[in-house]
């Protein structure tokens, strides 16, 4: 789902959110691109999409992924350029086994 540069707030994200998880009980979702957007955090309702496999965040304006990222254990792909986010990873990434591709604009640590 390309949802690219459409200017979405968090505030529109939570809403979003809730249809997302609406959405994935009928299709599947495994691409999810919310790049160049105005989102600071990821509402707790997207950890429920367990079959993304890639999640394009780049160009946002976050500064920590939240802890229950590694409820995403199929995901693949993490996009995380272009965001001001803070020095460390939460200990939890580590529950993504299926990562391959991790994206970021310097090296960062687990905390």
Known sequence: MNLYGKAITDKMMVALAEELVKYENKERITLLDLSCNKITKL??????????????????????????????????????????????LPKQI??????????????????
Do not use: F, M, Y
């Not at 591709?101 to 960062?108: E, F, G, M, N, Q």
């Open 43 to 88: 509402p707790d309702k997207l950890q429920r999409l367990h079959k993304l496999e890639t999640l394009v965040l780049s160009c946002n304006k976050i500064k920590a992924l939240p802890h229950w990222i590694g409820d995403l254990a199929g995901l693949r792909e993490l996009w995380l350029q272009d965001n001001p986010l803070e020095d460390k």
């Open 94 to 111: 580590e529950e993504c086994h299926e990562l391959r591709r991790l994206t970021v604009d310097a090296p960062l640590q687990k905390e």
